[in-house]
């Protein structure tokens, strides 16, 4: 009999967080695989728990995956944890969770503490609905590529942020949506837990050698979208005749919605491109 994938939360800091059905899971599985066996045997130690451990981080998904399968398939229980909070969210755990599922081994999630849901909570923004992004690509073009895509998004926005982007994140933030209300939330549940909010520029003044991993969450858009006509309208004609002929209209029709889209007579944009040849 196969055994069992358990998904066990840990403290996002104050370790008064943990679950008893948490502790309970730790004691029981047969082995652990963890982010990092070093923080996680800290966590152990301090819950006077003693298990075996496997190493289980990103770059080693793939490797260690197949590892944790085969101990599955033997029969043995295991809990998989990251460093802090729910694993497979911005944490290892989505690829082994594949895995099992595809090959019928039972995936069990022991819920508990996740940083984006302490942030948005008690960020003043609101909860009716919410897009988690996570981390944003690194390279700068990557980042404003990912914001551009959920400018108009009327929900709010959660993203992570380590510190030394924050300040470049926040800036690319601020170009490509404007200057939205946002909260930044560092050191969550510990001693020095700290919430940030104003106006993206505002909270930039007042960040000042900032330090811990941050939660960024942005209020969503409040102002209605431009319609996809005036965005057309903004391009070149070439971009805009390239828009309708990627979508398989022939030359006549092409310029007839062009036409309709700049309320411009239908021969001057058809001697626009006879001129053009």
Known sequence: MSGILYLV???IGNLE???LRALRILQEVDCI?????RHTLQLLNHFHIAKPLISYYKQTE???GAVLLNKLQEGKNIALVSDAGTPAISDPGEE???LCIQNGIQVVPVPGACACITALIASGLSTKNF????FLPVHSREKIAELEKLKYLTSTLVFYEAPHKILHTLQSMLDVFGDRPIVLCRELTKIHEQYIRGTISEVLTRLDNPRGEFVI????NQQLPPSSTTILSHLSLEEH????EKQGLDKKEIIKQIAKDRHLPKNDIYQHFLQKK
């Open 9 to 11: 939360a840990t403290p």
């Open 17 to 19: 967080d943990i679950t």
């Open 33 to 37: 695989a963890a982010e990092d066996t």
């Open 62 to 64: 793939k490797q260690k």
């Open 96 to 98: 082994v969770v594949k």
């Open 131 to 134: 897009t988690f992004v996570g």
């Open 217 to 220: 969450l942005i209020e969503g």
């Open 241 to 244: 005749y390239a828009y309708y």
